[in-house]
């Protein structure tokens, strides 16, 4: 079975301040990576995903993300933040192969202030 | 891009009323949907897949009775939560996967807030 970990439940910052959010996960199998943002009383969107080659993978809104294999973690970052990007932030992994569905981590909500 | 729809967005309901939600895939076909639970504060929990033609799987903990699946098309997969109590009052999202796009992407619904009274 697959687990995933975000070690922060909230993290505040100041506009314009760069941020990480982080995510470990836990997989005896190979698996595709996720981060998806909600916005209040709204789905979730994708925000980015890893599924092969580059570690580095960059998604939506100036958003990237690495995964680190040895680490097993996929932090989430973006170097100058904005109030726009307050919302709630999901981590996801999902098998590479079989039934390929999501198993989500607890979520961290971004607070920025201005 | 694919979108995928679900209605209602918010309900009010009595306890031991019945409540349906409907997802639908307006522009793919899915033949699989997946309905997520989410308590305030926490995460998305797969409470069930939804196989178009055939029964659903749900998840270990989640009672079939109470929570019907039905995905009677290509494009459309419905949730009922029946005889409802306060309990069930949570935010429900569905989730469908488009197969004609690689590695078959996911796209969420915007849910559905269930309030029971």
């Known amino acids: 079975a697959q687990s995933v970990t975000q070690l922060d439940s909230q993290v505040p910052v100041f506009e314009e301040a760069p941020v990480e959010l982080r995510c470990n996960y836990s997989?005896?199998?190979?698996?595709?990576l996720f981060w998806y943002v909600q916005y209040p009383n709204q789905g979730l969107q994708l925000l980015l995903k890893?599924?092969?080659?580059?570690?580095l993978v960059k998604g939506i809104n100036g958003f990237e993300a690495e995964f680190n294999k040895s680490q097993t973690s996929f932090h989430l970052r973006k170097p100058s933040v904005h109030i726009s990007d307050t919302a709630e932030y999901f981590c996801?992994?999902?098998?590479?192969?079989?039934?390929?569905?999501?198993?989500f981590g607890q979520g961290t909500r971004l607070t920025i202030n201005p | 891009g694919a979108v995928v729809s679900q209605h209602p967005s918010r309900v009010i309901c009595k306890s031991g009323t019945s409540v349906k939600i409907e997802c639908r895939s307006l522009?793919?076909?899915?033949?699989?949907m997946f309905w997520y639970r989410q308590f305030p504060k926490q995460s998305l929990m797969l409470m069930a897949t939804s196989n178009e033609g055939s029964k659903a799987t749900y998840e270990q903990g989640v009672e079939k009775d109470k929570f019907l699946i039905n995905h009677a098309s290509l494009t459309l997969s419905t949730l009922t939560v029946t005889s409802a109590h306060p309990e069930d009052s949570s935010f429900y999202i569905c989730s469908a996967r488009d197969p004609s796009i690689w590695n078959e992407k996911l796209f969420f619904g915007s849910g559905t807030q269930l309030s029971v009274l």
């Open positions: 522009d793919f076909q899915a033949t699989t």
């Open positions: 997989s005896s199998v190979s698996v595709y």
């Open positions: 890893y599924l092969s080659g580059s570690t």
């Open positions: 996801a992994v999902s098998r590479v192969q079989g039934a390929q569905k999501l198993v």
